[in-house]
Structure formats: C-alpha cells, structure tokens
C-alpha cells in the first residue's frame, strides 16, 4: 500500500528523545546542535518556527543558550540556574523593564525554515533600552555559525520605536516573515475522505461531495461541506475560511507549492487520511475508511423561533434573551449598547430590530412557505447540488419579488426618522442560525444598506435581499452540515447608521489564539472599507496581538505591548492604528470580556473565553465604535 506524509520542509521540531544532560551553552556552533535545543515556540504565529531561549547576565557578563526541553520558560532558568533570588512578579518587573541596571537580557533567536533566517525577538512586553539590545544582540553574534544570517525582528511596537540608527543591526520585518512562508497551519484537524483536484472551481463546485478533501488554488470565502482543504493562499486568523474550519472541525491548511507536488496530486480520487499540524500536513491513502458516515448525526437540531412580536424594537430593549424574537446579532448588539454606557466605546447609533414576525408573514402570504416546504422534505444531503442551487434561487427570487407589507415599510421608515438625522442605514442580517455557541454562520447570509429618498438603494429593496439570503445555497448547506433543522430558522434584521466613510475596520478575539490559556487578544485590522476577514485578491491586513494595560488588567503587567505578526499591504509598512488606539481597545475588549464571563459560564479558563467582536474607527473623529459581538468557536 503506497503511504505518503507530506512535510512542507521535510522535518518536524521535536525535544522529544533528546539525551542532553547541560541546561545551557555558551556557543551554537552547528545546525545540529540549534535543533537539538530548541522546541516550537510558545507564540504558534508562524508554521515551520524554530525557537530557542537565550539570557545574557550582565552581573556575570555571560551569554547563555538555554535548553528548551529543561526549561520553557526564562525565569525558571535564571532562577535554578543563576541563582536569582525573587519571586516570578519580581522577576517580571525586572527583566522586561527599561533599567540601565537590568540584570537579565532574555529574548529568542528564532529560526524561520522557509527562508532560513534566524531572528532575536524580544517579548511583546519587553522594554530593554537600545543599548542592551545592541549588547544582546552583538553578544549572541560573536557566539553563533549563523552570523550572516542573524536579524532583529521588528515584531513590537516597542523595538520599532527604538532608534537604533547608531547601531549597525541588519533588521526584518514580520511581514518578509509572514510573505515567507511557505506553509500555514488554518485549522488543525484530522480527517478521512477522498482527495479531489479542483482546477477550475465554477466548472467543479457542483460536483463536489461532502466526503471530499479538496486541493484548490483560491479557495472562496464560503464553500461547500467537504472533509479538509488544501489551499496554496494564506488566510488570516480571523477569515471566514479560517471560521469555517474551525466550526466544522476540519482540517485546513495552507501549503504555496501543493500544485508542485505531485505525489499528492496523484492522490485524486482516492481514499485517504488527512491531519493538519502546526509544522506539517499528513495524507496517505486509507482505501478502508468508511466515508458513509459523515452525514450521520441523528435527528435534526431544532431551533428556537418566535414569530408572535409584531412591533419593532428598539436597540435599548434589545437584550441576549430575545435572540428567538430578533436574532442572535441583534440581541448581542443589545447587550454591546449596555456595555457601551459604562465602557469607552459606542455602538453605531440609531439601532432597533425587525423581529421574525415580518419575514415569516412575507413567506406565508405571499406563498412562498410552500416552496420552502417542498424543498425541505427532499433529501438535500444526496441531491446534486445543481438542483438545490436552483430552487432556492427560485425561493430567494419570490421573496424579493413580493411586495413588502406596507404597514412594516412606513413604521421602519418613520423609526429612522424618529431616532435621529441618519437616513443611510445598514439593514444587517440576524438569524437563530448565525452568532450562537457551536455555529457562527459567518458570512453566509446577507447585509445590504438602504438610504431613505435614494431610489438606487431603497429601504423595503433592503430588507428583501437580507431576508432572501436565508436561502442561500451557501447558507442552506451550512445548516445542513450542522444538522439544523430549516424548518425553525428564521430572519430578523439588525437596522443601525450606515459607516460610508470609516478609517479603520476590523476584527478581535478576546483571546490569544497563538498561545493557549496565556493573556492576549488577536486583531486583524485595515484601512477603510476593504475588508479585513474577506479582502480582496492579494491585499492583507494587519495582524497582532495587542494585551490589556494595568489600568483594567488584573494579571499585574506593568506595560501592555503589541506584538506585530504581519502589516496591511494598503499602508506603507504602518500599522493602521496608532498604539494609543490599539490600547484603548485592547483595555475595551478585557472590560467587555470580563462584562460577559460574569454572565456566562465556561468551561474554558479565563484567558481561553473567546469573544468575537467587529469594530471600526470613524474617518472624522477615530470614535471606537463596535458592531457586533459573538462567540468564537473553537
């Protein structure tokens, strides 16, 4: 039987097996010797990353290259090994601060395989003074074969507001680093199905199973139920694609030179296992699997639905326990405009919800409920997909081509203008199937903006296309693949201002992805209005990590930090947010955190409770301003 594990760079970081006795050296002095001390890094940013501790003690004026198999963290070496007195707070304090009479200088000399450079990276809380970095870096220098090939990583705020102008440091930025790579971890998962080659996606969706694993170039945002992809394009933390892994539990990866080789490629057609890990991907032929289980889950997932309120409502009586009335995004966006009041931020104003009521009586009375039943009772798991595309296109077709209730159209037309002097709205869609514990649906359904006295972009034409996207095919298989009952779902619509000209858009995680059960949260952020979970071709956005300061935090840091993983191609090798903004919404995004945990329990720690929350910055005053909240899935 032909077998085949597929390593991007044909070997994995392992301490694993290591016979060293000595903690420390004071030289490297081959490959060899740097991957017998060195293990994966505790921030997991990067695929194929090797790390390695280091200390420079200035009261001894020695360097010291510490094992990672003995040691995972600096202080339990400095304190076993060189005798520091203190406690870890005390430890903290000293050996990340600024003083001239520093003792420790800790960082990592991280070793990125795919371009085969090797970088000192301090702490994203780390205020060493330029002339201990000069010493720190300069010392490892003289002491490692790599000295051609040694950098300083610009990957904090803090080293990049150095000026180290005096100092002859060849530098490299996060985003030669994150350009560099050759292989992206999106969803570490394993799996079994059959490998398809999918070389021209409009001809092959179609034909594409739910028990397949897909070799694709470009993967779209939302695709169809599959077993696992590989995907020669990188994706961010936070994309929809990277979501949607996640949800399913499948196993998705990103390897730039897959189409090259073609011991996978000869793989199509057949049966295999499929795993993808932090530094490698696995898939090798599994002809005994039994692919006829997957669509097995027993009975349909019913769903809470309330269609009995008729009136509108307005964002200040919105609260979670309403999410069968309006919708999960509504009744989080209530609770968000509570938190507003007591926290430094807004929600986008002028706010109410459109309750299921209305979308179910415009199916009902406009006969198109009986569309919908005759598609549900189909089997849609083994039908070509062709056919279900067709009739929920009919479906989305009649919904936005009956005429809206009058009664609903002049109310939502006469609330707008009640609650204020916006006239362009954003008429968002809010689901019981989307924003909820193990089932986001991002991007699956639809927002459109209305504008009222603007015929190209009417109001009721608005609320018809966000209702009408309940039944897209994307969205259809997604409930599908989760086994939710079609029957219970219905659509509210989240109504608040229109942004048509905002500086910054974005999206956090009020957890620190890249490190488990560790302080953190993950932003990915742009300029304007180009997406930051779905740009378009080739453009990225900014990735950090950005941490609470000691005005909100209860975990003693001294000084937050930022910690850069990649810059947006739109600004110049800047970040699209000044570091006082980037605190003010990490101090933000730990009060809302803290808000919530007090609320809902967890069975995650703390640091692990994950929220998902949009936020955006506004073109003429930079106001904080953030639009949705959820849960994130993982």
Known sequence: MRWLTVLPLLFLLSCSGNSQVDAHTPVLSSQKQFDSWSSTPLYQKYGQVASLKIVYDNQADKLHFVSSEKYEFHYQFCMAELNFPNDLSRFNEEAYSDRVDRRFLIANINHYKALDKFTLELGPSDRMNKKHLNKLFEAVKKDVFFDDRLYLMLNTAHV????????????????????????????????????????????????????????????????????????????????????????????????????????????????????????????????????????????????????????????????????????CKAANFGELNQYAKKMDFLVPESAFAIPFHFYDQHVRNNGIQSKIDALLVKDNRSRNSAEIRNELKEIRRLIKGAPINETLERNVKEKIMQLGDFRRMRFRSSTNAEDREGFSGAGIYTSKTGELGNPEKPVDKAILKVWASLWSYNAFMEREAFNLDHSTVAMGVLVHRSFPDEAVNGVAITSNLYRHDYLGFVLNAQLGDESAVQPDGGVQCDELICYPDESVSVYGRQEAGIDIINYSSLNNGKLVMTEDEIQQLANVLELIKRRYARTHYSRQSYFNLALDLEFKLDKDTRQLYIKQMRIYNR
């Open 160 to 327: 990049n507001n150095l000026d180290l102008e005096e100092y002859d440091i060849p530098t490299l930025g996060p985003s030669e680093i994150y350009n560099g790579q050759r292989y992206q971890p999106i969803s570490k998962y394993a799996s079994f199905g059959r490998v398809r080659v999918i070389e021209d996606w409009d001809k092959q969706r179609d034909s594409i199973r739910p028990e397949d694993i897909i070799i694709i170039d470009d993967i779209p945002q939302v695709f169809p139920m599959v077993q696992g992809v590989i995907v020669t394009q990188f994706q961010t933390p936070l994309s929809h694609v990277t979501l949607l892994g996640q949800n399913r539990k499948i196993p998705i990866c990103a390897f730039t030179e897959i189409f090259k080789d073609q011991r996978v490629l000869d793989l199509d057609g057949e049966i295999v296992s499929f795993s993808v890990r932090q530094d490698t991907f696995d898939i090798r032929p599994s002809p005994s699997a039994d692919l006829s289980k997957i669509w097995d889950k027993g009975k349909p997932i019913k769903l809470a639905k309330n269609v009995k309120v008729d009136s509108l409502i307005p964002v200040e009586f919105l609260r979670e326990k309403l999410s069968n009335i309006v919708g």
